[in-house]
């Protein structure tokens, strides 16, 4: 086998890889929008706007990560992929910290309570 058909072997497969990622990718960023219509109350959405979301984030800008030539543009989307996974869950946490103390009810009230019908915050 020569050189130019191992390289075009590679790049075949790296773009079926980058394919089944940006369409896993997808499906998982539907899940999660289909999923803001079905949820009945502010933390069931909160939850479900940030696991599917996150997972279909992380798999797009991996596709991308495998498209792109090596360098400046795939640090960047490396930085752009590790932002994602720190910002997305600290921001649901912060709007679900906000609505518990802003008194806003679960649609299922939960068995254990920890918080009481006091604040989160102390």
Same mark, same amino acid.
């Given at each position: 086998?020569?050189?130019?058909?191992?390289?075009?072997?590679?790049?075949?497969?790296?773009?079926?890889?980058?394919?089944?990622? $940006?369409?896993?990718?997808?499906?998982?960023?539907?899940?999660?929008?289909?999923?803001?219509?079905?949820?009945? %109350? $502010?933390?069931?959405?909160?939850?479900?706007?940030?696991?599917?979301?996150? &997972?279909?984030?992380? &798999?797009?800008?991996?596709? /991308?990560?495998?498209?792109?030539?090596?360098?400046?543009?795939?640090?960047? $989307?490396?930085?752009?992929?590790?932002?994602?996974?720190?910002?997305?869950?600290?921001?649901?946490?912060?709007?679900?910290?906000?609505?518990?103390?802003?008194?806003? /009810?679960?649609?299922?009230?939960?068995?254990?309570?920890?918080?009481?019908?006091?604040?989160? %915050?102390?």
């Amino acid at each position: 086998m020569t050189a130019t058909a191992t390289a075009t072997m590679t790049a075949t497969a790296l773009d079926v890889v980058a394919a089944v990622l $940006l369409v896993a990718g997808t499906a998982f960023t539907a899940v999660a929008a289909v999923g803001l219509f079905r949820m009945r %109350d $502010l933390y069931g959405r909160i939850h479900v706007a940030t696991k599917p979301a996150t &997972l279909g984030v992380a &798999l797009t800008l991996t596709a /991308a990560i495998l498209q792109v030539p090596f360098g400046a543009r795939t640090l960047q $989307l490396v930085v752009a992929l590790v932002f994602q996974f720190w910002a997305i869950p600290a921001g649901s946490h912060m709007l679900g910290r906000a609505a518990r103390s802003a008194g806003v /009810a679960p649609a299922v009230p939960d068995v254990v309570d920890e918080y009481g019908d006091g604040d989160p %915050d102390g």
